[in-house]
């Protein structure tokens, strides 16, 4: 079972840049898709983005295209989240998932393996 741990998180002025990371373990991570997800304040958790196992197929929420862009290195297995343009509407703790074999979907109901998430502030 793998584990997955964010890091990267913090405060950045509208227009700043993040890149965050999730390390995985306990797992073959070249098995896995992986994805992040968003949890705005008093919001449900929603899909940002995801990657093949492989990393050659992505897919990305519509809010994020252009700005977000998620890469992985199966060599450090770990995931990465890099975002540009940031808005005050990207507030929200970021999680990173896993799912075995290649998986794009939306529903946080089909990953089943979590980090614990990391807060990203984007001040106006």
């Known amino acids: 079972q793998v584990q997955l741990v964010e890091s990267g998180g913090g405060l950045v002025q509208a227009g700043g840049s993040l890149r965050l990371s999730c390390a995985a373990s306990?797992?073959?991570?070249?098995?896995?898709?992986m994805s992040w997800f968003r949890q705005p304040p008093g919001k449900e958790r929603e899909f940002v983005t995801a990657m093949s196992r492989s990393g050659t197929s992505t897919r990305h929420a519509d809010s994020v295209k252009g700005r977000f862009t998620i890469s992985r290195d199966n060599t450090k297995s770990t995931v990465y989240l890099q975002m540009n343009s940031l808005k005050p509407e990207d507030t929200a703790v970021y999680y990173c998932a896993a799912v075995p074999g290649d998986s794009w979907r939306s529903n946080v109901k089909y990953w089943p393996y979590w980090g614990q998430g990391t807060q990203v502030t984007v001040s106006s």
């Open positions: 306990g797992g073959t991570f070249r098995s896995y898709s």
